[in-house]
């Protein structure tokens, strides 16, 4: 049965949100490291949702109007803070973080942690895939795992495409316009989280 989850896991990594613009604006400013740093960061923090889901957190962060507008205030918060951050560019954030490694950790891990679409995505997407009786924790956990890898493979794909492009061509001028796009998208991202219903 976990066979079947690798096509969608590998949809669900091709498909656009905050953490692949996180990998892009990582990527353009600090090359292919930073945008394996942010995966490696992302890749935790949907293993903790992974878990949480099977421990049933996930269903009650679901259920729960308070729990749930929690999480999509901090998830708003996070993608404004680092939308804001990419706008501004990173010499400027440079200048208020002196760990740019841990920076672009931080970024993935905050990112995927805050995200509440996370919670009601294993909720909803799990259960289908794990056999009746079957026990939960080891399924959700390979799951996550397949999830986890896939979405390494594309993210540090396509980081590396990003930060080839930014070396090759006008390095800097397009660098800063990737930084202010992703910045943009970010913006957005969170603008459509704050107005969505689940």
Do not use: H
Request: aromatic content about 8%.
């Amino acid at each position: 049965m976990l066979w079947t989850f690798v096509p969608v896991a590998v949809i669900l990594s091709l498909t656009p949100g905050p953490g692949m613009a996180l990998v892009v604006r990582n990527a353009a400013v600090g090359g292919t490291g930073a945008a394996a740093r942010t995966t490696v960061g992302s890749s935790i923090g949907v293993g903790v949702w992974a878990v949480l889901s099977a421990f049933g957190v996930s269903a009650l962060v679901a259920a729960s109007e308070v729990a749930y507008a929690g999480l999509k205030i901090a998830g708003v918060a996070v993608l404004v803070w680092f939308g804001v951050q990419a706008l501004r560019g990173s010499k400027a954030a440079a200048a208020e973080e002196s760990d740019p490694a841990r920076r672009d950790f931080a970024s993935g891990l905050l990112t995927a942690l805050a995200n509440p679409k996370l919670a009601v995505f294993f909720l909803a997407l799990f259960p289908q895939f794990i056999p009746d009786g079957a026990p939960v924790l080891p399924y959700a956990l390979a799951m996550a795992a397949i999830l986890i890898a896939a979405d390494f493979v594309c993210y540090v794909s396509l980081g590396a495409v990003v930060a080839q492009a930014a070396r090759t061509v006008a390095s800097s001028r397009l660098a800063r316009r990737i930084e202010q796009l992703t910045g943009a998208v970010l913006l957005a991202l969170a603008g459509r989280l704050a107005y969505e219903s689940r």
